[in-house]
């Protein structure tokens, strides 16, 4: 008798949260519903990409930028989806992040958005742009009768998560890479880089070797095989290379022409007529893989957090990936091959696609793409299946793949089509990006 009065008084005790919580829940659960559609975290993305087109940023830079915005975004979101581990554990220089306040009520959804667009408008140079979706999107949640309390908490949530990333993005030598002196070019050198047509400009990102990496520990953790020795002689495997990219050129088919657009993906790409030079603005590579992440995780009918960690765990792919190949390419500073064929095959030869400049080996979009595709396939699975319309707004059709490493292999041989980098170079970039791709994936995986 004495116990059964000690369970009935625990069950009074009991009542009133029973009957409480189920209240709660059914009120906000409208609200939570619509807060947590992904098209929110899809169109922040996007919007930064937008913008970066816009502004024409480097290939490098952009990665950074879809990084810091896209980890923001992610800290900000699984601090309210239990089970989730924060990044700060395994992610260089990142100290831990801001916690929600026990006890109360947020919307992370909202939170996450908030914290994507403060540091993307924070590193971009349109601000009005990323501000104007913002307001946007602050009165597309403000019509879900998310409790005034829960909106102003979970905003400010937001934004304090942007502040600590921020304040993070100071500390990896971007500032100080600003004002180092421009690449030495040693043109007496045979084999070594020099700028290219039709702009001839100067090397892009020399110092971005010195950049702290995201996840690896360090610039040249992850090594691209070695370059074929430079030579001039005919019978070498250096001259076989360069005149393999001049034959190609020769006897390309219009596939072989539509992959090489397809993948060219400069960011300012000049035409020239005569005289006259014309430039258009083009998405980066990494932008065209953070598209891709974004068309997939849309098919997949992934939610909210799993498409916000998807764009983060891309970004920190491009971004290391950009390391990766970048102190590769101004360790090996080689020649590009519209130099070395003018030189030494056909001094009218051009490339079909517009060189990029900086060294050849190895190549950037190779590396990249091989790292996406790793990461896309560990979250998605093998043989995923896939449309991208990413270059459909500028008049090329959507092209289908059936795995995310056709695609990337398809991107790195494209650079052979386009007549800007050797086999050696695309393959070098595609073993490393693999490489990458498979640390970043894994080290994620250790966080806390």
């Known amino acids: 008798m004495k116990n059964f009065t000690k369970v009935c008084l625990f069950l009074i005790c009991l009542t009133p949260i029973f009957l409480t919580f189920p209240a709660c829940k059914n009120e906000n659960a409208e609200w939570k519903t619509k807060a947590e559609n992904p ?14 087109r816009h502004d024409i940023f480097s290939p490098p830079v952009a990665s950074r930028i879809y990084t810091y915005s896209s980890v923001a975004g ?11 581990a924060s990044f700060a ?10 916690q929600p306040e026990t006890g109360k009520i947020y919307c992370h959804p909202l939170a996450s958005a908030t914290a994507i667009l403060v540091v993307g408008q924070a590193l971009i140079f349109s601000e009005a742009d990323m501000a104007e979706l913002r307001a946007e999107m602050t009165k597309e949640f403000g019509v879900m009768d998310i409790p005034k309390d829960v909106f102003e908490r979970s905003v400010a949530y937001g934004e304090a998560v942007a502040k600590h990333i ?16 421009k690449f030495s070019i040693n043109s ?28 690896l520990d360090s610039a040249g953790q992850i090594k691209p095989i070695d370059p074929i020795p430079f030579s001039t002689d005919k019978n070498s495997e250096f001259y076989k290379a360069a005149k ?7 006897v390309m088919g219009e596939r072989q022409k539509e992959i090489g657009l397809y993948w060219d993906c400069n960011p300012f790409e000049v035409s020239v007529s005569g005289h006259l030079m014309l430039g258009t603005k083009k998405i980066s590579p990494g932008g065209h893989w953070m598209n891709i992440a974004a068309q997939v995780a849309r098919k997949a009918n992934a939610d909210i957090l799993k498409s916000t960690k998807t764009y983060a765990t891309v970004a920190l792919g491009l971004a290391d990936g950009f390391i990766t190949c ?15 064929i003018n030189s030494y095959i056909d001094p009218t030869w051009t490339p079909f696609i517009e060189t990029p400049p900086f060294p050849e080996h190895s190549s950037g979009h190779a590396t990249i793409s091989a790292a996406s595709a790793t990461i896309l396939t560990k979250i998605y699975g093998e043989n995923f299946q896939f449309t991208d319309s990413t270059e459909m707004e500028f008049g090329m059709p959507a092209r289908t793949f059936n795995s995310f490493y056709e695609a990337s292999d398809e991107a790195a041989l494209s650079r052979l089509y386009g007549g800007i980098h050797y086999r050696r170079g695309n393959e070098a970039g595609r073993l490393s990006g693999r490489e990458v791709g498979k640390f970043v994936f894994e080290k994620l995986s250790t966080a806390k």
């Open 166 to 181: 921020l304040a993070w993005a100071k500390t990896d030598n971007y500032a100080q890479t600003r004002s180092a002196p």
């Open 244 to 250: 393999e990219v001049y034959d190609s050129s020769k």
């Open 39 to 52: 098209e929110f975290i899809h169109r922040s993305i996007r919007k930064i990409t937008d913008i970066m």
């Open 326 to 340: 970048w102190t590769c390419k101004y360790k090996c500073n080689m020649v590009r091959p519209v130099t070395y």
């Open 89 to 98: 554990s395994v992610l260089n220089g990142l100290k831990p992040v801001p």
């Open 188 to 215: 007496k050198e045979p084999g070594r880089w020099v700028p290219t047509p039709p702009r001839y400009e100067d090397a892009v990102e020399p110092h971005w070797p010195e950049i702290r990496p995201w996840l």
């Open 74 to 84: 992610y800290e900000a979101l699984r601090a309210g989806y239990p089970g989730n």
